[in-house]
């Protein structure tokens, strides 16, 4: 092929930045990349999912920027795919796409009461804290000050973060970039008490021990947890003999365990072999039914008929992420990913020429940000070997897609334009002594990008 080789990432998260980095890091093949995001601004969970108060993790997006300032690479920000650009439209454009965006949308518990007011997924918690600008902030600014008593469902990472950004004062959170909106709506909460449901036991919570640990750790909340929810079966024992991170997570809670409670205004309760059985409220929940549960034989969670009530007038599901369709590409309805084989898309066992797949769409919503690298270079490997095997189609329009946005009047924030908004956000943070400050919303950051 006597151009470059274009390809289009589609989603610019961590496996979509780590993607374009990969596919402009080797020599042997040129490539350019365009990274459309529609979302005015990159960087995709690292921005809108990352715990604002972890700032080392968040750092990674420091990482991520360096790969749009390398030769080859574009962002497109504000183009949606499907809406201001069709799937055959990029193939058009393009040699080859690579579908890298994520698992955004929340699981249902599917239970009685899920609907109610102040039942929410802990996605559109984390989304309102971080700044997301399709938050649904009327809801969370309303619940908020208003709750005395939240119940987390769920003891993952993501439960953990919430939990601890509920629990937390506005002070331990003041360093952070949140909008403004999150710490002036933090301010009046009135939440006392936090309790965590994990449906198995401590030995199959999927939190790690680091995360874990800060629950204990925070200035105006003390954590309880009962020494009965504590006690291992074999197979959980032999569980923690195995693997030292579930031994150590059982240590760090057997430790809170003997503590008295120390008077701290908020409480953290973790229960475990406790799930949700059912939400009652008028008008708005205010109670959680929740079933006792023991392991079975296989390691999963079983009702026994026991239940009690916990009060709760916001209740948080975390229970994971899931991944949705875009139109054309192939979908596993079931297991709410793309199908591939090596990173290629993947339809009925054969693979859709100049189609591939990277991150949490690829390969469900779990593992650490750095998971993704190995993932993405992986994907990039299979892509560029069907590049030099000459197995990618021939695109009608290679580098047609400028032409076709600004025809569409599509606003498309670039690399440059990214670089305004984030100068604006540290503009806006400095007012407030703070690092940066995220813009929330999305005319604001279209605004400020200068596009
Ligand atoms: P997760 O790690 O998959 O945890 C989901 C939790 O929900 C599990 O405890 C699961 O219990 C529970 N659950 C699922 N369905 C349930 C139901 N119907 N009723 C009650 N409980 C239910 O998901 P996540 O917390 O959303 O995290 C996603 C990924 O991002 C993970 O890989 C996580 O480590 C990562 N992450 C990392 C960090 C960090 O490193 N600081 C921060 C946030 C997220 P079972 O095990 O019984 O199914």
Same mark, same amino acid.
């Given at each position: ?181 999150? !710490? ?8 006392? &008490? ?39 079966? +074999? ?72 239940? !009690? ?17 875009? +139109?054309?590409?192939? !979908? ?9 084989? +090596? ?58 897609? +400028? ?12 690399? &440059? ?35």
């Amino acid at each position: 092929m006597s151009r470059p080789v274009r390809v289009a990432v589609v989603g610019s998260g961590p496996s979509g930045m780590y993607s374009a980095d990969a596919l402009v890091n080797q020599t042997e093949i040129p490539v350019e990349v365009d990274v459309i995001d529609r979302l005015p601004v990159p960087f995709g969970l690292v921005r809108y999912g990352v715990a604002p108060d972890h700032l080392s993790i968040r750092s990674v997006r420091d990482t991520l920027n360096k790969t749009l300032d390398k030769p080859g690479v574009r962002f497109l920000g504000n183009v949606t795919v499907g809406r201001d650009v069709s799937l055959a439209e990029l193939h058009d454009c393009y040699d080859a796409i690579i579908f890298s965006y994520g698992a955004s949308r929340d699981r249902r518990l599917g239970i009685a009461g899920e609907d109610l007011a102040g039942s929410v997924a802990a996605t559109d918690l984390v989304e309102w804290y971080c700044g997301h600008p399709d938050a649904d902030r009327g809801t969370f600014e309303a619940l908020l000050p208003t709750t005395t008593s939240a119940v987390v469902v769920g003891v993952g990472n993501v439960a953990v973060d919430v939990t601890r950004v509920l629990a937390k004062t506005v002070g331990e959170l003041d360093h952070t970039d949140m909008p403004q909106y999150v !710490f002036d709506t933090l301010a009046q909460s009135q939440i006392t &008490d936090i309790h965590v449901l994990g449906r198995r036991g401590p030995a199959q919570a999927a939190f790690t021990t680091k995360e874990l640990r800060e629950l204990g750790e925070l200035a105006e909340a003390d954590i309880i947890v009962s020494p009965a929810d504590l006690e291992l079966d +074999d197979a959980s024992r032999a569980a923690a003999d195995a693997d030292r991170a579930v031994l150590r997570n059982v240590e760090v809670m057997r430790e809170w365990s003997t503590r008295e409670p120390t008077g701290k205004p908020r409480r953290i309760h973790l229960h475990f072999f406790a799930r949700p059985h059912e939400l009652h409220g008028h008008g708005r929940v205010e109670t959680v039914v929740v079933e006792r549960t023991a392991l079975t034989p296989e390691g999963s969670a079983a009702g026994t008929g026991e239940f !009690f009530d916990l009060a709760g007038n916001l209740v948080v599901r975390s229970v994971g992420y899931r991944g949705t369709a875009i +139109d054309g590409v192939p !979908f596993d309805s079931g297991r709410n990913v793309i199908p591939h084989a +090596d990173g290629r898309i993947q339809i009925d066992g054969a693979t859709v020429p100049g189609e591939y797949v990277a991150g949490w769409i690829k390969r469900g919503p779990t593992g650490i940000i750095g998971t993704n690298k190995k993932d993405a270079a992986a994907t990039v490997v299979s892509l560029l070997a069907d590049a030099a095997s000459g197995a990618l189609p021939e695109p009608t329009s290679p580098g047609g897609v +400028d032409a076709l946005l600004a025809d569409r009047g599509v606003v498309v924030v670039s690399t &440059d334009g990214w670089r305004a908004i984030d100068q604006a956000e540290r503009d806006l943070g400095a007012t407030r002594g703070r690092d940066r400050t995220t813009i929330h919303d999305r005319d604001a950051l279209i605004a400020a990008s200068g596009s």
